[in-house]
C-alpha cells in the first residue's frame, strides 16, 4: 500500500491523476473513430480516383466503338463495291465463254481464238482477286462487328460500375460526417481530461497517437500538390499531352513528362511503394515501374545503374538510379521521364511535383 501513502503526501491534486471512466470510454470512442475516419479517407481517394479512370476507360471506348462503327461503315460501301465488280466480269467471262464458264476454264487447249483466251483468263483471274477481296472484306467486317459487340458490353459494365462508385462514394461522404462528428466530440473530452491532469493509460495513449498519424497519412493523398519527390532537380523541359517533335517535327503525344538531368544524376523514388519492374522499354530506355499502392502506378525512365529491383520496396525519395546519358538526340538534352498512373489513365505529375531546391553555393 506504499502508492497510497505516496498519493497522500502528494496532496489533494494528485488524486486527479487518474481518468474518469467516461473519459477512458470518450478516448476508447476518439480511437475507433479516427481509426474509422482514416479508412473512409483512403476509401474517398481510392473511389474518387477509380471514378476518374472509369471515365477515361469510358472515353477511350467510345473512341473505339466510333472507330468500330466507321470501319464497319467502310468495309461495307468496298464489299458492295467489290461484290458489283465480281458480277460485272463473270457476266463478261460467261459471254466470252461461248456457252458457259466451264468451256473457259477447262477447255482452252481446243482451237479456239488466242485472243478470246486470253482475255477470258485475264477475267478469270480479276474474278479469283474480286472473291478473295470480298471474303477479306466479309472476315473485316465480322472482326469489326465483334470489336463493336464487345465495346458495347464493356461499356455497359463500365456505367454500372461507375453508378455502382457513385453510391459508393455518397455513403462513404455519409459516414466520413458521421465519424466526424463522433472524432470530435470524444477529442474534445479526452483533451478535457489532459487539462484537467488526467493521464490516460499507456497502452491507450499509444493507440489513439497511432490513430491520429493514421489520419493525418491518409489525408495526405498522393494526388495532393506538390506531394511527389521530385526524381532530379531539373526543370520540365517536356510537358504532359499533345507536343511536337523538335527533332522529327511530328506532332505527338506524351503519357508522362520529361525533367532536366545531369548525366549520372541520383534518380529517385516519387513516393513510397514496391517496385513490380525493372527493364528496358523501347523509347524510354532502363526504367523502373513502382506500384504505389490504391491503383496507383509510377514510370521513372532513362536511368543506369539501377540499385532497386523487383519486389523491393523503396521509400519516398529512395534512389532508383541514374540518369543516362541519352543515345539518340530529342532536343531536349538529357532527361530523366516521369509517368504517373491510376489504373490504365495517365495523370500529369508536373503539378504534384516539390518545388525545386536550388543548389547550395560553392
Known amino acids: 500500500m506504499r502508492w497510497v501513502a505516496a498519493l497522500a503526501l502528494l496532496g489533494p491534486a494528485a488524486a486527479w491523476a487518474g481518468p474518469t471512466g467516461h473519459e477512458v470510454a470518450a478516448a476508447r470512442r476518439a480511437t475507433a473513430a479516427l481509426r474509422g475516419l482514416a479508412a473512409l479517407e483512403r476509401g474517398g481517394v481510392q473511389l474518387g480516383e477509380a471514378g476518374r479512370s472509369l471515365a477515361y476507360a469510358r472515353s477511350v471506348l467510345a473512341y473505339e466503338r466510333s472507330e468500330s462503327v466507321?470501319?464497319?461503315?467502310?468495309?461495307?460501301?468496298?464489299?458492295?463495291?467489290?461484290?458489283?465488280?465480281?458480277?460485272?466480269r463473270g457476266r463478261a467471262l460467261y459471254k466470252l465463254s461461248r456457252g458457259g464458264v466451264l468451256r473457259v476454264l477447262f477447255d482452252e487447249d481446243r482451237a479456239d481464238t488466242s485472243?478470246?483466251?486470253?482475255?477470258?483468263?485475264?477475267?478469270?483471274?480479276?474474278?479469283?482477286?474480286?472473291?478473295?477481296?470480298?471474303?477479306?472484306?466479309?472476315?473485316?467486317?465480322?472482326?469489326?462487328?465483334a470489336a463493336?459487340?464487345?465495346?458495347?458490353?464493356?461499356?455497359?459494365?463500365?456505367?454500372?460500375?461507375?453508378?455502382?462508385?457513385?453510391?459508393?462514394?455518397?455513403?462513404?461522404?455519409?459516414?466520413?460526417?458521421?465519424?466526424?462528428?463522433?472524432?470530435?466530440?470524444?477529442?474534445?473530452?479526452?483533451?478535457?481530461?489532459?487539462?484537467?491532469?488526467?493521464?490516460?493509460?499507456?497502452g491507450l495513449r499509444r493507440s489513439l497517437a497511432r490513430e491520429r498519424r493514421s489520419l493525418r497519412r491518409a489525408r495526405r493523398s498522393l494526388l495532393r500538390p506538390?506531394?511527389?519527390?521530385?526524381?532530379?532537380?531539373?526543370?520540365?523541359?517536356?510537358?504532359?499531352?499533345?507536343?511536337?517533335?523538335?527533332?522529327?517535327?511530328?506532332?505527338?503525344?506524351?503519357?508522362?513528362?520529361?525533367?532536366?538531368?545531369?548525366?549520372?544524376?541520383?534518380?529517385?523514388?516519387?513516393?513510397?511503394?514496391?517496385?513490380?519492374?525493372?527493364?528496358?522499354?523501347p523509347g524510354f530506355g532502363l526504367v523502373a515501374v513502382i506500384d504505389h499502392g490504391d491503383g496507383f502506378l509510377s514510370v521513372t525512365g532513362r536511368l543506369m545503374g539501377l540499385v532497386v529491383a523487383p519486389e523491393a520496396q523503396v521509400a519516398a525519395g529512395g534512389p532508383l538510379g541514374r540518369a543516362a546519358p541519352k543515345t539518340e538526340d530529342d532536343g531536349l538534352g538529357t532527361t530523366v521521364y516521369l509517368e504517373l498512373r491510376h489504373g490504365t489513365r495517365p495523370i500529369d505529375p508536373a503539378p504534384l511535383l516539390a518545388r525545386r531546391r536550388r543548389r547550395a553555393a560553392g
Open 70 to 88: 466507321r470501319k464497319l461503315s467502310a468495309y461495307e460501301v468496298r464489299r458492295l463495291a467489290r461484290r458489283q465488280s465480281a458480277r460485272r
Open 115 to 145: 485472243a478470246r483466251i486470253t482475255k477470258a483468263r485475264t477475267v478469270r483471274a480479276l474474278v479469283r482477286h474480286d472473291l478473295a477481296e470480298l471474303a477479306v472484306y466479309r472476315a473485316a467486317e465480322r472482326r469489326a462487328g
Open 148 to 202: 463493336l459487340a464487345a465495346s458495347v458490353r464493356t461499356s455497359q459494365a463500365l456505367s454500372a460500375l461507375a453508378t455502382f462508385a457513385d453510391l459508393q462514394a455518397d455513403l462513404v461522404e455519409g459516414g466520413r460526417e458521421g465519424l466526424a462528428r463522433a472524432a470530435a466530440e470524444a477529442e474534445t473530452a479526452v483533451r478535457r481530461a489532459a487539462a484537467r491532469g488526467a493521464r490516460l493509460p499507456p
Open 226 to 281: 506538390r506531394g511527389l519527390v521530385r526524381p532530379v532537380r531539373g526543370r520540365v523541359v517536356g510537358r504532359f499531352g499533345p507536343y511536337r517533335d523538335k527533332v522529327l517535327r511530328v506532332e505527338a503525344e506524351r503519357a508522362g513528362i520529361e525533367l532536366a538531368a545531369r548525366p549520372g544524376e541520383v534518380v529517385r523514388a516519387v513516393a513510397a511503394g514496391k517496385v513490380v519492374f525493372t527493364g528496358e522499354i
